[in-house]
T-cell receptor, first 110, second 113 residues
């Protein structure tokens, strides 16, 4: 069964304290892995797409990496405005479904 | 225009009411999606439209009825809902079905009383 698991469920950081969020996946075939940011009561905002192992993407304080079994979202020197839920999603082959992980709730304190 | 617009933003309806949610995009995307999201849970796929045709129906109860009148519009008709249907309903679009990152709307917060 295709599965996407994110850890930790919640992460509390001090401003400037760098860390990583994990997304591990078990799927029959990977078409793409996506990272989204979601603020409370809003729709998810697209951040990155990764297609193959070894690929990396960067945007401001965020960097996403991909291996054959997992993806990491690295947050460098986070600011309070980075507080949000970060969702990982995987598009699988053999169909057109995208499976979302449960998300990591990030809290950054000033 | 790089947005997906959903209306209304908030909706309160009784269990006997009929209402509709509307979603619009003008990015030329040919795949559109309805997701349901409960608090602190990930979005759950309900329906997928590809080139204005229903592609995926994730065993959604018939009290939810989707409609895609044209390539820019997606509706979700609601009838005889239950209180447990209260959730954030998200519309999304993508260039093609299943490819690339989705562009999501801000959602409609639905409360069934």
């Amino acid at each position: 069964e295709d599965q996407v698991t994110q850890s930790p469920e919640a992460l509390r950081l001090q401003e400037g304290e760098s860390s990583s969020l994990n997304c591990s996946y078990t799927v029959s075939g990977l078409r793409g892995l996506f990272w989204y940011r979601q603020d409370p009561g809003k729709g998810p905002e697209f951040l990155f797409t990764l297609y193959s192992a070894g690929e990396e993407k960067e945007k401001e304080r965020l960097k996403a990496t991909l291996t054959k079994k997992e993806s990491f979202l690295h947050i460098t020197a986070p600011k309070p405005e980075d507080s949000a839920t970060y969702l990982c999603a995987v598009a699988v082959t053999g169909g057109f479904k995208t499976i979302f992980g449960a998300g990591t709730r990030l809290f950054v304190k000033a | 225009d790089t947005e997906v617009t959903q209306t209304p933003k908030h909706l309160v309806m009784g269990m006997t009411n009929k209402k509709s949610l509307k979603c619009e995009q003008h990015m030329g995307h040919r795949a559109m999606y309805w997701y349901k999201q409960k608090a602190k849970k990930p979005p759950e796929l309900m329906f997928v439209y590809s080139y204005e045709k229903l592609s995926i129906n994730e065993s959604v109860p018939s009290r939810f009825s989707p409609e895609c009148p044209n390539s820019s519009l997606l509706n979700l008709h609601l009838h005889a809902l239950q209180p447990e249907d209260s959730a954030l309903y998200l519309c999304a679009s993508s260039t093609r079905e299943g490819d690339y990152g989705y562009t999501f709307g801000s959602g409609t917060r639905l409360t069934v009383v």
